[in-house]
């Protein structure tokens, strides 16, 4: 499993510097997630989901240990390697949808290829096929602020898909939805790990929990718990 | 970063910039300002020394110009009223000595210049000019009608002269003087050419309330000497005094400029014993000509660096603006982050914005820079009468812009680096 895995981390510590105090975030976690998962993690507000997930994503960086996504150890690479690992082999949702108001949906989409160097007129078609994928064909040409929370999430799910990415990382991805559009999402993640995505996701509701296939449960900075389904169904039958 | 990726970050500037189009208009107007003003102050440096230098230039650089000049002593001011002779001025011998003494002359031209009254068919106060044939080659001017003065008139002392047109015009209105006799100070002189002067640049010291000319007469130099003679009696209440001038002008033009750098001081030199007394000048054109582009060069330096100062107000506009934008696109640069941005490519975007704010401000500043010094000059003359001269140079339009697009750039790095070096997750989480 150990060889085969999408990402790896060993004896991950995250500490922050608040000056006067040291406070570790992250205690000597380590954790494998195979390809083709749906990993939810779970825990209370404060445990240290987030900033697993910013590590995961690459846009943080661990205090110590050794991060290895895609058979490559991200643990000590530079600014720039980190930006090209998040732009070609990560797709991001946020909770707030974190959409550029200033553009339009396809070209939200297109925000990722652009800083691969691909202009929008040579990916529209990829553009406008993942806006479909989402059930936006007829809102191409809508600004952020034309859509509703659910129809964002939307289109920050085509976004996470532009690069063709190796995980989806998503930090409570229905947080701001109610329970039937956040229901919605959650179809669009099952579907995207049904022909698959390999997904990690940090929530709270059970409901995740019940779609994926792996649920991690985290408490102060540690791995309290973790489950695959197939134990699940073990322990339930 | 190649061209499509320029012109398709410049569209993303515009996009951003259009997000607060009165924002982002009231930014440019300081770049549109300051490059304006930019260019009117040069305008104005140039134009300020434009006729002078055309006037100089007239004179021609190759040439040093000699100018009898009646020495400070000789003058009426001694309060007794008395008769006397003055004999002053450039010699004829002096124009041999100086042709032997100096190096690198290609040619001399002498004149010989008196205010006279023209006594037939009307009267008319007139200069006339004694020259030999040359004169025409050396100095800017057009036959009307006729011939010039020839080597000929000028052997045999032939009694004709050539008008100005305007004097022509006053004495026989549009009928052709060709022929005619006109006579002046008791000599009689046939018309034999109408000229124009397409520019004048020796004139007789036409002070003592010398009444305004109203033409020229040009004779031969050596008919001028026989027949008008080179003694000049000026009559006042009980007294009159007679000047003795030999020629009023020395024109030399030498080869090169090089030459004339050196001959001033020659000249000076090879006729010292000659004069005592301070009884002529020498000018010499290409020095006031340097003297004048040194004196305008700091002047237009200090015009420019006062508009400069204009400039550098909108930059710091410009980075206001562009430090404002950062901060409330923070979550948005943490997002680009986030999706692969890299550090320089988001520089690159806020760059390119202040680029084409800066651009379009420096472009727009141009057109109405390079019309507002005319306006200005309109306005002036509009206003006070006087004829104000501006002179708008390219050099003066692509220094504007540059300087616009450079403060541009300048003041967008701090911002552009500022967003660049957020913490991606700093920014994310702000709100
Ligand atoms: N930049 C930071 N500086 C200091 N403390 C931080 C910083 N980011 C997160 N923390 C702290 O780390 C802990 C874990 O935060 P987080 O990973 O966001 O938790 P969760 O997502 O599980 O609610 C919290 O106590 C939070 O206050
Ligand atoms: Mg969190």
């Not at chain 1, 930006?83 to 200033?102: A, K, P, T």
């Not at chain 1, 994926?212 to 309290?224: L, N, P």
């Not at chain 2, 708008?392 to 504007?400: E, G, H, K, Q, R």
Request: with cysteine; hydrophobic share 45%.
């Amino acid at each position: 499993m150990a060889s085969g895995a999408i990402i790896r981390i060993e004896q991950l510590t995250k500490t922050y510097d608040l000056g006067e105090v040291q406070l570790t975030v992250l205690r000597s976690l380590s954790l494998s997630i195979s390809p083709g998962s749906f990993v939810a993690i779970m825990g209370a507000s404060g445990s240290g989901k987030s900033t697993l997930l910013n590590i995961l994503g690459c846009l943080d960086r661990p205090t110590s240990g050794r991060y290895v996504l895609a058979g490559m150890d991200v643990s000590d690479m530079g600014d720039d390697e980190l930006s090209d690992m998040r732009g070609q082999r990560i797709g991001f949702v946020f909770q707030q949808y974190n959409l550029i108001d200033q553009l339009s949906v396809v070209e939200n989409i297109h925000v990722p290829l652009a800083y691969q160097g691909l202009g929008l007129s040579e990916c529209r078609d990829r553009c406008e096929a993942l806006a479909h994928r989402v059930g936006l064909s007829d809102r191409l040409g809508h600004r952020p602020k034309q859509l509703s929370g659910g129809q964002q999430q939307r289109v920050a799910l085509a976004r996470s898909l532009a690069n063709d990415p190796v995980m989806i990382l998503a930090d409570e991805p229905t947080g701001n939805l109610d329970s039937s559009t956040g229901r919605e999402i959650l179809d669009l993640f099952s579907e995207l790990h049904a022909q698959g995505k390999t997904i990690v996701m940090v929530t709270h509701g059970d409901e995740v929990a019940a779609r994926a296939t792996r649920v991690v449960q985290m408490s102060d900075g540690r791995i309290v718990r973790d489950v695959s389904r197939a134990q699940r169904e073990m322990a339930g039958a | 970063m190649n061209l499509p990726m320029l012109l398709r970050g410049a569209r993303a500037g515009v996009a951003s910039l259009l997000l607060h189009k009165t924002r982002s208009l009231l930014t440019m107007l300081g770049i549109i300002f300051g490059v304006c003003s930019v260019i009117a102050m040069l305008a104005i440096g140039e134009g300020a020394s434009f006729e002078a230098q055309e006037r100089i230039r007239q004179k021609g650089a190759r040439n040093i110009i000699l100018r009898s000049k009646k020495p400070a002593g000789d003058a009426t001011a001694g309060g007794a009223k008395r008769s006397y002779i003055a004999d002053y001025g450039l010699k004829y011998a002096d124009m041999e000595r100086i042709r032997r003494s100096v190096p690198g002359i290609v040619r001399i031209l002498p004149q010989r210049i008196e205010p006279k009254r023209v006594r037939f068919p009307k009267h008319a106060e007139c200069e006339v000019v004694g020259t030999p044939p040359l004169y025409r080659e050396m100095t800017s001017t057009e036959m009307v009608e006729g011939r010039f003065l020839t080597d000929w008139d000028e052997r045999e002392q032939k009694n004709v002269c050539v008008l100005t047109e305007d004097l022509a015009r006053t004495l026989y209105g549009h009928v052709s003087p060709l022929g005619e006799e006109i006579r002046v100070a008791n000599r009689a002189f046939t018309v034999v050419g109408v000229m124009r002067e397409l520019s004048r640049v020796y004139h007789t010291a036409a002070g003592g309330g010398a009444p305004a000319s109203e033409g020229r007469v040009f004779v031969s130099l050596h008919t001028f000497r026989t027949h008008l003679g080179e003694q000049n009696v000026r009559r006042s209440a009980g007294s009159f005094q007679v000047e003795r001038v030999q020629l009023s002008f020395l024109t030399i033009e030498f080869a090169s400029e090089n030459d004339v750098a050196r001959a001033a001081p020659l000249i000076r030199h090879a006729l010292a014993d000659l004069h005592k007394k301070q009884d002529f000048v020498v000018e010499v054109p290409l020095d006031e000509l340097r003297a004048l582009e040194a004196t305008k060069r700091l002047f237009s330096f200090v015009l420019g660096s006062i508009a400069a100062i204009s400039l550098l107000v909108g930059g710091i506009g410009i980075m206001n603006l562009m430090l404002a934008t950062v901060t409330e696109r923070t979550r948005e640069i943490g997002v680009r982050r986030a999706l692969g941005a890299k550090k320089r490519q988001i520089v690159e975007q806020f760059l390119m914005e202040t680029g084409v704010l800066s651009v379009a401000g420096g472009l727009i500043g141009v057109v109405v820079g390079v019309f507002f010094p005319y306006f200005l000059s309109w306005a002036i003359h509009a206003i006070s009468g006087h004829a104000y001269r501006v002179v708008v140079t390219p050099w003066s339009v692509l220094l504007a812009l540059g300087i616009s697009v450079a403060t541009g750039i300048a003041f967008g790095v701090y911002p552009a680096r500022r967003a660049a070096n957020l913490d991606p997750i700093e920014a994310l989480r702000y709100s």
